[in-house]
Every structure is written in C-alpha cells, then in structure tokens.
Nanobody, 123 residues
C-alpha cells in the first residue's frame, strides 16, 4: 500500500512558478510509474505529466516546455515544477502511482492517489 500526500499548491500570478511535491509512504516508489493529473470541476481528469520506471518523462502538449516532472528516490517524492503558469492551469492537481512498470496517461490505470492540491493562477 502506498500513501501519497501533495503539497506546494497555492495562488500565483500569471507567468509565475510553483513546485508541487508528492511524498510517498508505505514503500519505496523508486520503480513506479508516476504521474500528475488535474481536474477542473465538472470535467474529466486530465493527464499532465508522467514518468515511467526508468524516469523517462511524458507531458501533455499544453504543458510541454513549461512543466517538468521529476523524482527524488532518496526522499521518496515526485515533483512537478510548473513555470510560465497561465490562468487556464488553474485547477486541482493530483499525483498518482500505477505501481511498477510503464507509463500510462489513463487515470484508470493508477492504483494510488494523493488528495489533490489547488493551483490558482491569477491573470
């Protein structure tokens, strides 16, 4: 069993930066495929960024060049560095793990989820 806890959300001006953290407990996530998703009210959960067991990364087109996912195995934590934030990035962001293996942008494949953290970008 893995517990995930996000932190780092908040309010930022358009063009600013935030770094989200997702700390895992229960076991190591060093070999997991991890991802960040976001979900606006009334909309489906959207894949943002992911990395597979080898830490190869994948990003949705709307965040390429602005967001970077990474992991720190010593801290058992996955990060999402968000730069050049836009108002349309405003929503709740959640991290997830699908256990070991390959990357997937399908939220149904995730086994574990954090509680989510709100990002608000003021224009």
């Amino acid at each position: 069993q893995v517990q995930l806890v996000e932190s780092g959300g908040g309010l930022v001006q358009a063009g600013g930066s935030l770094r989200l953290s997702c700390a895992a407990s229960g076991r190591t996530i060093s070999g997991d495929a991890l991802a960040w998703f976001r979900q606006a009210p009334g909309k489906e959960r959207e894949f943002v960024s992911g990395l597979d067991w080898s830490s190869r990364t994948y990003d949705v087109d709307s965040v390429k060049g602005r967001f970077t996912i990474s992991r720190d195995n010593d801290k058992n934590t996955v990060y999402l560095q968000m730069n050049s934030l836009k108002a349309k990035d405003t929503t709740v962001y959640s991290c997830s793990s699908r256990g070991g293996g390959s990357y997937s942008s399908d939220p149904k494949s995730s086994k574990y989820w954090g509680q989510g953290t709100q990002i608000t970008v003021a224009s």
